[in-house]
């Protein structure tokens, strides 16, 4: 072959090969996590803060090689509706949320993946095929609130055994509504215990539902979900005033002044939802990842609040107690 000839061979096959020093300095697609929070920074924040932090210790920071958007909502259901709807738009690699932010999410979108931290039946509310095998776009961490209602009355009729009287404050938005009332109203009747469901919808709800309780009940059950948890030192603040005992799902609320909670560890929940974060962030398939309960329940008792409202906690139940507030 002529040297001509050769040199116009090699220079037509260096002109058909990509460039790479050029394609390495494209800088590579940073992935998007819409973080919608149903609930606000005071009520949700720490919930957020452990979720990003196990997402961190996975190797994901964000402002480094991911990005977090968060929104919160502060319990307004139209508000959740607007940001999933946002999220969609922004076509974003991931949204993670909780609570009717995972309906809202759903409702949104049928192929960006959902990890949601907290949720009640996803499979009976047709969110997902089955708990071993999702189906959808959707997986995460389901706490089947109706299987705790009956122990959270088996505690109070502990600490209040003359207790005869119960209002429960629902939240009629809620997903987990009809089973939560469903435990309710199976254990209140096992106890011996008439109960008046009494259902909120907005912020505005909450004032007029708590000044009708004074003196005809003797408990109070709030549904804690995030329209509650954002208002729930408004809450705990009418109860005590009008000395009335409340239990929760929620420590936060205890922490807030509430008498006793009792449920899933939310930090634990929010802190396994960045596991699964991360691991479609690597490429797996929310339909292929199995729904997991939560594995550690907290028993919270606030005895400064016992004491407000002239009550006596028994040894037995303190010493059940994973934390006492004194």
Avoid: C
């Avoid at 009792?262 to 396994?272: E, K, V, W």
């Amino acid at each position: 072959m002529r040297r001509r000839q050769f040199l116009t061979l090699v220079a037509g096959a260096a002109a058909a090969r990509p460039i790479k020093g050029n394609a390495q300095q494209q800088p590579k697609k940073r992935p998007m996590i819409g973080f919608l929070v149903a609930g606000s920074e005071t009520s949700h924040g720490a919930w957020a803060a452990a979720f990003a932090k196990r997402l961190s210790e996975l190797g994901w920071t964000d402002g480094r090689n991911v990005t977090i958007e968060y929104r919160w909502a502060a319990g307004d259901v139209q508000q959740t509706t607007e940001f999933a709807a946002e999220f969609a738009r922004q076509k974003v690699d991931l949204i993670v949320t909780s609570a009717y932010g995972v309906v809202a999410a759903k409702q949104a979108t049928s192929t960006i993946p959902i990890v949601f931290a907290a949720y009640g039946d996803a499979v009976g509310n047709g969110l997902a095929v089955s708990l071993s095998r999702p189906g959808g776009n959707l997986t995460g961490l389901s706490i089947q609130p109706g299987e705790l209602s009956s122990k959270r009355l088996e505690l109070l009729r502990e600490v209040i055994p003359s207790v005869r009287r119960l209002t429960a404050l629902v939240n009629i938005h809620y997903a987990g509504l009809k089973h939560e009332v469903a435990g309710i109203r199976a254990a209140s009747e096992r106890m011996n215990i008439d109960v008046n469901i009494v259902e909120i919808a907005t912020a505005g709800d909450i004032e007029p539902a708590m000044t009708r309780l004074a003196g005809r009940t003797d408990a109070l059950y709030v549904y804690s979900e995030p329209l509650t948890n954002a208002h729930k030192s408004q809450i705990i603040a009418a109860a005590n005033t009008a000395r009335i005992p409340t239990i929760f799902g929620f420590r936060e609320f205890v922490d807030a002044g509430g008498l006793i909670s009792y449920g899933a560890n939310f930090i634990d929940l929010f802190t396994r939802a960045a596991e699964f974060a991360d691991k479609i962030l690597r490429g797996a398939k929310a339909a292929d990842m199995p729904i997991q309960q939560p594995v550690k329940f907290d028993l919270i008792i606030n005895l400064k609040t016992a004491k407000i409202l002239g009550l006596s906690i028994s040894e037995s139940v303190l010493t059940r107690a994973d934390e006492v507030i004194e």
